[in-house]
């Protein structure tokens, strides 16, 4: 039954996988970057990219081979770091620092339940640089959860750099093999070829 369902997505999971490794640097590069005021648009446009990078990533864990508990664990990230990304969006949220400060505490407590997925996807992925970047991400990312209150915001830099990378790897290596003439294999014969 997954077979099936996975061949009739019109998104594959590698593509989502891409998809969301786009969404979540657009969004962290908007919230960063311009650190746009709570009720802006800007506030708003990367709020929604933020929470459109965690809906991409539903098929990308349910494809990524990892113990049932571990899936467990990112769905519960995803499904709670959108609820406070959509809670944000409220600036009466976003504007009281001790709401905000309720907010970051369970989006890096839920960044715990993340890395237990990444380091469990990565100790099963296919190769080395799959496996190494991921149990990276899964460091910087759960590792910061535990120093955020003292640690400056400079301390999670390679948590973002390293989640969208094994994204983008996450999503090559779903996406398999290229195919064809342009990944060095030669065109099926033509009619009319000369035989070889």
């Given amino acids: 039954m997954t077979a099936d369902l996975k061949d009739k997505s019109p998104l594959p999971a ?6 969301g490794a786009a969404l ?8 960063i970057g311009l650190q746009p005021a709570p009720g802006s648009a800007a506030f ?9 990078f965690h809906l991409a990533l ?3 864990v349910g494809a990524l081979a990892a113990p049932p508990w ?10 709670v770091d959108n609820a406070l990304s959509t809670a944000a969006l409220n600036p ?3 504007t009281a620092p001790a709401t905000m400060a309720l907010v970051s505490g369970i989006r890096y407590g839920i960044h715990i339940a993340a890395a237990l997925w990444i380091a469990s996807a990565a100790r099963a992925a296919p190769g080395p640089r799959l496996r190494w970047v991921g149990l990276a991400t899964a460091v910087a990312l ?3 959860s535990f120093v955020y209150p003292w640690a400056p915001m400079a301390a999670f830099l390679p948590a973002l750099v390293l989640l969208p990378t094994w994204l983008v790897l996450t999503g090559l290596s779903l996406r398999g093999p290229p195919s064809g003439v342009l990944a060095g294999q030669a065109r099926a014969p033509l009619e009319g070829d000369a035989a070889p």
Avoid at 25 to 31: D, F, S
């Fill in 24 to 31: 979540f640097v657009g969004g962290i590069m908007l919230a």
């Fill in 58 to 60: 539903f098929p990308v």
């Fill in 70 to 79: 571990a899936k467990a664990a990112a769905y519960g990230w995803l499904v």
């Fill in 14 to 19: 590698g593509n989502l996988a891409l998809l």
């Fill in 44 to 52: 708003f446009v990367a709020a929604v990219a933020l929470i459109a």
């Fill in 92 to 94: 009466d949220v976003a």
């Fill in 142 to 144: 759960g590792g910061y």
